[in-house]
């Protein structure tokens, strides 16, 4: 056979020339794209027959399953390079019900060796890497026509009396198959439109789409934009193909996934490739034409499904964890850039990510993930009533989502909206379970086992959620919860050093300033305290947050002036900030110190206040804690029963707020037995943070010890405040850290331990140095001490 002779099909004024992959009109080269040169090929290789749509479609997606739609969009294409429409077509005919028809006179151009088939069937082997394979294929016991595999197809065209085949070239290589331990890095996409809207919306939408996959393992934006960093980038570089592939080979990766859109008129082609991140070898490629821009996404999820099959994903595992892009995201092409931009600012300053997820949902009210997003950045900043609001709206909508978009509603659904933390624990395992490499789930449990107070638990997952996260250099990149565990579990040098790390080597999120702020204070160091509030201080969204841990330290060294001054300046900030929930939580933090420090009326007040902005759970819990600490028992009594009744399944409400108010009730109605007995639930949660932003910890063990102070039981008191004593990082600056050094003392003074109790009163008036002098409690401690002596 002679392999220099070259082949061309010509009809009307059009050349096909199949070697080259090129559709000529007039010597000009017309654009068509890969997978509709290749359905043109094959109408005319059975010129004048019909070819059956399943023959079509299995020829040109063997191994993926699309939509039928797909080949009519590309049938659309071929008749437009050709200049035709669908009706009255004198090349491609439609037959109604079956397929189509090549109705043009083909001639073929050049010789070619015939190989003779029975029935008049011919096959011409053409080009040594490329053959015809002839399989047989059965379905339920029938013997079905047979058919070529993606490497050939069998033609026959009549030039002369005789029969030759054309050498069809597909995409003919199996690419190298991934393992799930392989990263891929997501470039983004090449918008060849003109469109800005595509911008980042379809990177996005390709995430969502792929992070589906139990199989595929994404590099994190995290991750990406470390690597950057270290690249000397700028971390929110765009990552276009080349920076894509470096940024692969830096984290170790497998491949690059890079895909482009183009416009064709109304139409828009999507593709998508894999590609060696070493070599630059191409391992697989998919593409899809989208008929408008409103099926874009459409076509999006197309090729995602078609490329985690190609990756080596199971087709049984596509087809469970494969829902159509519309339902991952939104079928608003708008909503869904809104929405990518949100996640990429989402790192620092939450002002901006909170306004384009506002305008996502505006863009497109049936938006599941953006009201979930919201709901978790109002929540992280303390906002807790307008992000249940958020999640709850989330959680009505997750049946149009994703497996793993579904898990994630329903888990912070749980956590953050009926509070039910066995509930939300279970959920994040099991996505942890069908996404082992998903980080999310991981960090996730950290904050779960934070409130039930389980502290190397949560030193324990932040690490396993930093180390999927794809972070391996631990000083150079923390991780914010890992900062926080280690603060609570006093490793406070290992904390400094991660959090100084941040601001060289990380994102500069103000949360590790607030965490060196915690640092600072818990090793006394007031300079550096002040660096931290300088800092914050300017942060929109941050400012009050410091401002209200000035007031909790005030409070913490007996400065009731300036700890009142502090809360009125962070309330006004945080309603200037459109925070008002926040406000009242300062408000509410200060109702607690007042009530312990004995100044029941102006406890009275700043519940008043704390509720009168907000009603939401926290403000409420923390309001009837203050009223039951202050004695005022009806306010706390209705209190408690509307907490009760609106939360029966919230783990913090129940076992830890509810006890602890209906017990420093009996405390002051001189029941210290029935306090002690009403605490008995709260044992294996006392320690948890009950506080979004930190604190009101072991307020369960600090009445605890007050009831068993009250009942003359001094060895039992001593145990109840040395657990507070022993837990400064978990204590930090709440008010309760430095009276438990007083109720402490006052513990020893009932067993005659003389000594201990003057370490422990030393110890007290020691942190109340610079006390305002009037403030009660410190008047009876200075009298005590003095009789102790």
């Known amino acids: 056979m002679n392999n220099d002779v070259k082949h061309l099909l010509e009809f009307g004024p059009f050349r096909v020339d199949p070697e080259q992959r090129l559709l000529l009109r007039d010597q000009q080269p017309i654009p068509l794209p890969p997978k509709a040169f290749d359905l043109l090929l094959a109408l005319l290789a059975r010129s004048g027959q019909v070819v059956l749509k399943d023959d079509l479609m299995k020829l040109l997606w063997p191994d993926t399953f699309v939509e039928e739609s797909n080949l009519g969009q590309h049938i659309f294409l071929i008749r437009k390079s050709l200049g035709e429409r669908a009706q009255g077509s004198s090349y491609v005919v439609t037959v109604p019900g079956r397929g189509y028809r090549f109705a043009g006179k083909v001639r073929l151009i050049g010789t070619g060796e015939l190989v003779a088939e029975q029935n008049d069937k011919l096959v011409l082997e053409s080009h040594t890497r490329s053959r015809v394979v002839v399989e047989e294929r059965r379905l339920s016991g029938k013997v079905l026509p047979a058919r070529l595999t993606n490497l050939g197809w069998m033609i026959g065209i009549g ?44 990177r996005q939408g390709l995430s969502a789409q792929l ?133 990429k600012a989402r790192h620092g300053d939450m002002v901006i990510p909170i306004q384009l997820l506002q305008r996502a949902i505006e863009q497109d009210a049936t938006f599941a993930m953006a009201y979930a997003q919201l709901g978790v950045l109002y929540t992280n900043l303390n906002e807790t009533g307008k992000g249940a609001d958020n999640l709850r709206k989330a959680y009505s909508l997750r049946n149009r989502v994703s497996e793993r978009e579904r898990l994630y509603i329903a888990s912070h659904y749980d956590e953050f909206v009926t509070g039910d933390l066995a509930a939300a624990r279970n959920d994040y395992e099991l996505w942890m379970n069908i996404y082992p490499r998903d980080h999310s789930p991981v960090a996730s449990l950290a904050a779960v086992y934070l409130r039930l107070g389980d502290f190397n638990k949560v030193l324990d997952f932040s690490r396993r959620g930093l180390a999927l996260n794809g972070v391996r250099d631990k000083p150079l990149q923390p991780e914010i919860n890992e900062i926080w565990s280690d603060i609570f579990l006093n490793r406070l040098d290992e904390a400094k050093t991660l959090a100084l790390g941040a601001q060289t080597n990380h994102v500069d999120d103000p949360m590790f300033h607030l965490a060196l702020y915690m640092i600072d204070f818990l090793n006394r160091d007031t300079e550096a305290m002040k660096h931290e509030v300088d800092f914050l201080e300017s942060n929109p969204t941050w400012g009050d947050g410091v401002l209200g841990y000035e007031a909790d330290t005030a409070g ?209 008036l020691e942190l109340w140095r610079n006390a305002d002098a009037d403030v009660p409690i410190l008047k009876r401690a200075k009298a005590e001490y003095e009789k102790l002596q």
């Open 159 to 202: 030039v002369a009396a005789a029969l030759v085949l054309i050498p069809i070239y597909f995409n003919s290589h199996q690419a190298p198959r991934l393992t799930s331990r392989d990263t891929l890095v997501l470039a983004d996409f090449a918008n060849a439109t003109g469109d800005p809207v595509f911008d980042g919306a379809l």
């Open 211 to 343: 992070e589906q996959s139990p199989f595929l393992n994404l590099l994190s934006d995290q991750r990406v934009a470390e690597t950057l960093g270290l690249m000397g980038q700028p971390k929110a570089a765009r990552l276009a193909s080349k920076l894509a592939q470096q940024v692969c080979q830096r984290a170790s990766g497998a491949a690059v996934l890079e895909g482009s859109i183009a416009q064709l008129g109304a139409h828009y082609l999507l593709t998508l490739k894999a590609l060696d991140c070493s070599t630059g070898d191409t391992l697989a490629s998919a593409e899809s034409v989208a008929t408008d821009k409103d099926h874009v996404l459409d076509s999006l999820g197309a090729v995602a499904s078609a490329m985690r099959h190609k990756l080596g994903e199971s087709l049984v595992s596509v087809q469970k964890y494969d829902v159509p892009p519309e339902s991952v995201t939104t079928p608003s092409i708008e909503a869904l850039h809104s929405y990518s931009l949100a996640m």
């Open 556 to 764: 913490y060294g007996g400065q009731l002036a300036r700890a009142r001054d502090f809360t009125r300046r962070a309330s006004t900030a945080a309603i200037h900030a459109g925070k008002k929930q926040t406000a009242a939580a300062y408000e509410a933090e200060a109702a607690i110190r007042e009530a312990l420090l004995g100044n029941r009326e102006e406890a009275g007040q700043e519940i008043k206040k704390a509720l009168a902005l907000s009603r939401a759970k926290d403000i409420v819990a923390m309001s009837g804690l203050a009223a039951s600490l202050a004695g005022d028992s009806a306010q706390a009594t209705q209190l408690a029963k509307d907490l009760n009744g609106s939360f029966p399944q919230d783990t913090v409400i129940q076992l830890n707020y509810l006890p602890t108010i209906r017990a420093a009730l009996e405390l002051h109605d001189q029941n210290p037995a029935m306090a002690v007995q009403l605490l008995a639930p709260t044992a294996p949660y006392e320690s948890g943070i009950t506080a979004l932003d930190g604190g009101l910890s072991f307020y369960p063990v600090y009445v605890r010890g007050e009831a068993y102070l009250a009942a003359k039981r001094g060895p039992a008191a001593q145990a109840e405040f040395k657990k507070i004593l022993d837990h400064s990082g978990i204590v930090q600056n709440e008010p309760i850290g430095a009276l438990a050094q007083l109720e402490f003392g006052r513990a020893c003074a009932l067993t005659a331990d003389r000594q201990r109790s003057l370490a422990a009163y030393r110890g007290f």
